[in-house]
């Protein structure tokens, strides 16, 4: 039994793999583990436990210390963290210094590479909104960090006086002009959304894959109707990752 964990930046991520596939999954919001603990607890069969931890964290080194604790206690296992690497599976980094970019955009990068050889741009849309690139030969073009829907919201709600915008997502991606306060912020981050896809997919040279994934991966997808929506695609990578590093 294989327990992987995609630690990002606002919740924590989990599936449990068996021989015949996954098992379990689930999400929690923000770094607590022992709610992880619990839901984790709760999905294992009777009387079986992981014999594996694997991860991908974005955390800072105190939080995956605690994690090691935490899965040492539970079951006297050490996790193994997937590292960005030069080269992997297939994949070969345009970081000068490939241990800086992202984990979870390097395994992203090599869940897609697996599947197809077609050239891609991966969207990664939460806390951060990530694009990266991928061509045809396995080689990542660079990509793009900025700030994610829910926070640019906040940055003009702290920043701002009067400016607020709505407080849950909207259906769809809004790009016309609105008459309301709440509405025009809306319209904006939509246009730059949008803005940020679109230049992420002019800068390959030939129409590649639009792969999107993350707590705003939805809002995408309804406007850019030919984006495949892949929630599990660092988790998939970890799994890549472990094999090439490890031989298991």
């Known amino acids: 039994m294989i327990l992987e964990i995609d630690w990002g930046n606002s919740r924590i991520k989990w599936r449990l793999q068996g021989e015949s596939g996954t098992l379990a999954a689930?999400?929690?919001?923000?770094?607590?583990?022992?709610?992880?603990?619990?839901?984790?607890?709760?999905?294992?069969?009777?009387?079986?436990?992981?014999?594996?931890?694997?991860?991908?964290?974005?955390?800072?080194?105190?939080?995956?210390?605690?994690?090691?604790?935490?899965?040492?206690s539970q079951w006297r296992l050490t996790p193994w963290f997937a590292r960005?690497?030069?080269?992997?599976?297939?994949?070969?980094?345009?970081?000068?210094?490939?241990?800086?970019?992202?984990?979870?955009?390097?395994?992203?990068?090599?869940?897609?590479?697996?599947?197809?050889?077609?050239s891609a741009v991966i969207v990664q849309a939460g806390t951060a909104l990530t694009a990266d690139l991928l061509d045809e030969r396995g080689v990542h073009r660079g990509g793009y960090i900025a700030p994610g829907w829910q926070t640019m919201r906040r940055a003009l709600d702290v920043g701002t006086a009067r400016v607020r915008s709505l407080q849950g997502p909207p259906e769809r991606l809004q790009l016309a002009p609105a008459n309301n306060t709440e509405g025009a912020v809306e319209a904006a981050l939509s246009a730059m959304v949008v803005g940020f896809v679109q230049n992420a997919c002019q800068q390959l040279e030939r129409s590649s894959r639009l792969i999107v994934a993350g707590g705003d991966a939805g809002l995408i997808g309804t406007h850019f109707s030919q984006a495949c929506l892949w929630q599990e695609i660092v988790l998939d990578g970890l799994a890549v990752a472990y094999r090439a590093e490890t031989g298991a």
């Open 26 to 72: 689930g999400a929690d919001a923000g770094n607590d583990l022992e709610t992880v603990s619990g839901s984790v607890q709760d999905a294992l069969p009777a009387g079986v436990l992981p014999d594996t931890v694997r991860v991908a964290s974005v955390r800072p080194a105190a939080d995956e210390a605690r994690l090691v604790q935490w899965a040492q």
């Open 84 to 118: 960005s690497l030069a080269e992997c599976a297939g994949v070969v980094s345009a970081y000068s210094r490939p241990g800086r970019l992202g984990v979870d955009r390097w395994l992203a990068l090599l869940a897609a590479r697996q599947v197809s050889r077609e």
